[in-house]
């Protein structure tokens, strides 16, 4: 009879490999499709609503006035309606401006990635600004390093969706976050076994 003991044991070893583990970066332009990604899937719906219903505001405001040319304050919603309509067709591209501005003031971010049977590590390697004091507490530590920042999401326990677009796969977690792994970063076999890993796991496009 086989050892069931055994078999268990190994079962564990087998679920505490990663699947995959592969090192990347980000750069600006994929930081920038990755958001336009995650704003097609998850914020155009919301976005349109907005769009249409200022729309069909401004409409109704121009009706009114062609009607009653003299009422002023319709003169003022129809401004309002209008500004309105502009912030909501160029938002998104506002907020992804903002978040790309913001990403210009750091410095280049090292990634390290391992993706397990019931979960996914990933390392964030944080260096220090060109101009930010470097205090040297321990002289065996490399100068340009700070210690790496884990974040873990567990399959089943965190909301997690799968996305793709044409430089990158995208890991979405609570529909606010995105992680990109650049495909240049990934051999042909390694993206192929994120992919088809990734969508079995979780909800994809």
């Known amino acids: 009879m086989p050892d069931l003991s055994k078999m268990t044991s190994s079962e564990k070893n087998k679920n505490n490999e ?6 990347y970066d980000n750069t600006p332009d994929e930081t920038d499709g990755a958001m336009k990604s995650f704003q097609k899937r998850f914020s155009k719906r919301r976005g349109s609503a907005t769009i249409v219903a200022y729309s069909l505001l401004f409409v109704a405001v121009i009706v009114g006035i062609v009607f009653n040319p003299t009422a002023v304050p319709l003169y003022f919603a129809a401004a309002f309606c209008g ?20 990403l210009e003031d750091m410095n280049p971010e090292e990634y390290c990635c391992a993706i397990y049977h ?6 964030t390697v944080i260096k220090p600004k060109v101009n930010e004091v470097n205090l040297k507490i321990d002289e065996d530590v490399d100068d340009e390093i700070i210690t790496p920042l884990k974040t873990v999401f567990r399959f089943g326990e965190d909301l997690l969706n799968f996305s793709e677009n044409e430089d990158s796969l995208l890991l979405i977690y609570n529909r606010r976050q995105i992680y990109c792994f650049p495909k240049r970063c990934l051999s042909a076999e390694d993206e192929e076994t994120i992919r088809g ?4 796991k979780l909800e994809s496009d």
């Not at 990663?18 to 090192?23: A, E, G, L, N, T």
């Not at 019931?118 to 390392?123: A, R, S, V």
């Not at 890993?197 to 079995?200: G, K, N």
């Open 83 to 102: 500004l309105g309509l502009f912030y909501s067709l160029t938002d998104q591209r506002r907020t992804r401006k903002r978040v790309m501005k913001a």
């Open 197 to 200: 890993f990734l969508i079995e």
């Open 118 to 123: 019931d979960k996914i590590e990933l390392e």
């Open 18 to 23: 990663p699947i995959v583990k592969f090192s």
